[in-house]
Every structure is written in C-alpha cells, then in structure tokens.
C-alpha cells in the first residue's frame, strides 16, 4: 500500500509544472484556448477539458521513464539491452510522426490543433528523449525524417513492416490494394516473396497473410 508521504509527493508532481515551463506533452500543442472559444464543437470542447490533466500526467510518465533510464544503465549488462531496444524501435518510434507533409497533420496543423508539422514534431521529440539517451550513454542511430525507413513504413497501421517468411526488414509496399480491398500488397527484397497486410488493425493479434 503506498505511503501517505508518497502519495503527496505524486500529487506535487503532477501539478507543478516542468522546468520552462513546457509541458511533457510539448510536441503536441494544443490550442486549448481557441477550442474552448469554438463553443459549437462537442469533440473540440471535449479535448479542450481533458487536455490539460492529461499533459499533466504525462509530465510524471517522463519523470518515471527518466529515472528508470538512468537506474538501468548502472545494472550489468543494462546499458546493453537498452542499446538494443533503442535500435529496436527508435526508427519506428520517428516513423510514427509521419512522413513529411502527411495530409492528416496537415489537416490537424490547418485546423489549430497542431503547432507544428511532421519534422517539427519528430524533431522536438529527439530534441527532448536524444540528451536523455545520450545521457544514459546510449547511442541514438536515428536522423531526420530523409533517413527513417519510409519504404517499410505502413500509414495505416502506422508501424515498420518486416516479411513474415524470412524476419527481413527489406520490405517495400507495391500497392495500397491487394487481392482484396482490405489487404495492401508487399513485397519482399531479401527473399523476394510477396505478401498482404490486413489494412486495418481489429481486436486480437495482428493479422497477416502470405501469398
């Protein structure tokens, strides 16, 4: 059961706000204010309440993963596997924010939702987690957005495809339709087998089919 003096100090945390006086959720800027004056939108008026709280909370969740980086690379062996899990998912991690110019952030951008474009948003996040990393002793691989696998990248899922025949992350997409209106079609250059992707993700694994 927590401590009384520790459920204070949580308490402290989340609402004192971070050196700066930036939010952990920073690369996101949200114009509270203009959605809240919008008045006619429930989804706008929705976001403009919870908003708040939520960068609030993320501002611990970078305090705890902050903390823990640090504590890991003392263990044996720790700064190795961080090393690998950075490797791992830093690519799709920066991937995530979308390609240069992606018309949904755009949209979102033309809508005053979003401050910043797609390499704004990417670079103000290696802006904030690149020092930390490098802190640690880690090594970010990762560059811009011209250097991030684009050719594995899928939009709709929204994460790097690798072949599932071979493990090969020599994957390109050929076409956004496959056999079916609901599989996009790859292809494979390391053991040049083609293959399709549910194009959209439903409840339970991920699903996949091989040509």
């Known amino acids: 059961m927590p401590r009384a003096t520790d459920t204070a100090d949580r308490g402290r945390r989340r609402t004192t706000p971070p050196a700066g006086g930036g939010a952990a959720g920073e690369p996101v800027v949200i114009v509270v204010s203009g959605m809240q004056g919008a008045g006619k939108s429930t ?38 596997q961080l090393q690998a899990r950075v490797d791992e998912s830093l690519d799709e991690l920066l991937c995530w924010f979308g390609r240069p110019d992606e018309p949904g952030v755009e949209a979102l951008r033309d809508g005053g939702l979003l401050s910043q474009g797609n390499q704004e948003l990417r670079g103000t996040y290696l802006g904030r987690v690149g020092p930390l990393l490098r802190q640690a002793g880690l090594t970010v691989p990762a560059g811009e957005g011209g250097d991030l696998p684009w050719a594995r990248w899928d939009p709709l899922q929204r994460r790097l495809e690798t072949c599932p025949w071979c493990g090969s992350g020599r994957v390109e997409q050929v076409g956004m339709v496959g056999p079916t209106t609901m599989t996009s079609q790859w292809v494979c250059n390391a053991c040049h087998s083609p293959f399709q992707r549910i194009r959209r993700r439903g409840r339970g694994d991920d699903q996949r089919e091989g040509a």
């Open 43 to 80: 989804v706008a008026t929705a976001l403009a309440r919870r908003l708040p709280r939520m960068l609030e909370e993320e501002q611990f969740h970078w305090d705890f993963a902050e903390g823990r980086v640090l504590e890991l690379v003392r263990f044996p062996g720790g700064r190795e």
